[in-house]
């Protein structure tokens, strides 16, 4: 989980991120991250709402342990009519959250889930903020697997969806999450990572290169970011051997400024047959530009809709 600074509170906060860091948080990483979910013990469906022909309904879930995650579901009418269809589950950036669902106006025939991180502290901090809010951005970190697969709990039990069709979709900040969450849970038959890469350790140091110059106190502000939200063990390229023999499909920017091209590479390379890779032109998708959000993933369902990628078995494996 990443928030927003501003330059000058990033620099000021670097003792502070330090310390968080390096703070005792409990259970080690990999404990927090494999922990199955608790039944389902409470389901809040919000009203129904038609956009575009569809109904889309807002779900909160909560597990018998307190674990609670917030669904946004988007599905075409006819499935009241008792078809069962292929179900999308999309995690993306933490602003736009489950919201990301409305982004796209056609599901083909799908139902898709966006899906909000476990977090419910702000998203901008200044200096102060960022050592408060560091228990609960960690504690949302190692949430984020377990909540994924909460979701698909309630999910598969509905009448509309088709346990043998579950499209798992991680877009940028969410690839290393969905990574981990398909990885263990052999009920996403496909995993894919849009705009995603992995080296986590990687990508905390190129994405703060533009805030901190100084090469020591970057350093230090990468190592301290790392250790906070437990980089190493959240990395997709140790995970996503774990997925094959179900497909995995990379969708990549060719001209992304915010992914170094090494972090991408690690994660196709630790991929297992089956896999597939495609670049399309352009930069790396914002949550400020709607519009190219609204493209990339409605040529993910294309491509679902018209069965490319790779099925399971056509090459390589274990």
């Known amino acids: 989980m990443s928030l927003r600074l501003s330059r000058r509170a990033a620099v000021a906060a ?22 199955a979910p608790a039944p389902v013990a409470a389901v809040r469906l919000d009203s129904v709402t038609l956009e575009g022909g569809q109904i889309v309904q807002p779900v909160h879930l909560r597990d018998a342990r307190g674990l609670a995650v917030d669904l946004l579901v988007k599905r075409p009418l006819a499935t009241d009519s008792g078809a069962r269809r292929p179900l999308v589950l999309l995690l993306g950036g933490h602003h736009a959250g489950r919201d990301a669902a409305r982004l796209i106006p056609d599901t083909r025939g799908h139902v898709v889930v966006a899906l909000s991180y476990p977090y419910a502290g702000p998203h ?10 560091a228990p609960a951005i960690r504690g949302a970190v190692f949430d984020t697997p377990p909540a994924i697969r909460l979701a698909l709990d309630w999910l598969l039990a509905q009448p509309w969806a088709d346990s043998t069709r579950v499209e798992g979709i991680g877009a940028s900040l969410g690839t290393p999450f969905m990574t981990v969450a398909a990885a263990l849970d052999p009920r996403i038959t496909r995993l894919w990572s849009v705009h995603g890469a992995g080296d986590n350790y990687r990508l905390l140091a190129h994405g703060t290169r533009a805030y901190v110059k100084l090469k020591p106190a970057r350093s230090l502000a990468v190592r301290s970011a790392a250790a906070l939200v437990a980089a190493r063990d959240l990395d997709a390229d140790k995970w996503v051997a774990r997925v094959a023999p179900r497909p995995f499909v990379m969708i990549n920017a060719t001209e992304d400024e915010r992914l170094p ?12 047959e089956p896999k597939e890779i495609v670049w399309l032109p352009g930069k790396h ?14 040529t993910v369902l294309a ?16």
């Open 285 to 298: 998708v914002q949550r400020n530009r709607p519009e190219i959000v609204r493209a990339l993933l409605d």
């Open 303 to 318: 491509r679902m809709g018209d069965g490319a990628g790779p099925a399971v078995g056509t090459s390589g494996g274990r």
């Open 124 to 133: 901008k901090v200044g200096f102060f903020g960022a050592l408060r809010a």
């Open 261 to 272: 091209r090494e972090a991408i590479d690690k994660l196709w390379t630790a991929a297992r």
């Open 14 to 35: 670097l003792p502070l991120l330090l310390v968080a860091g390096c703070l005792p948080f409990g259970r080690p990483a990999s404990a927090r991250f494999t922990r």
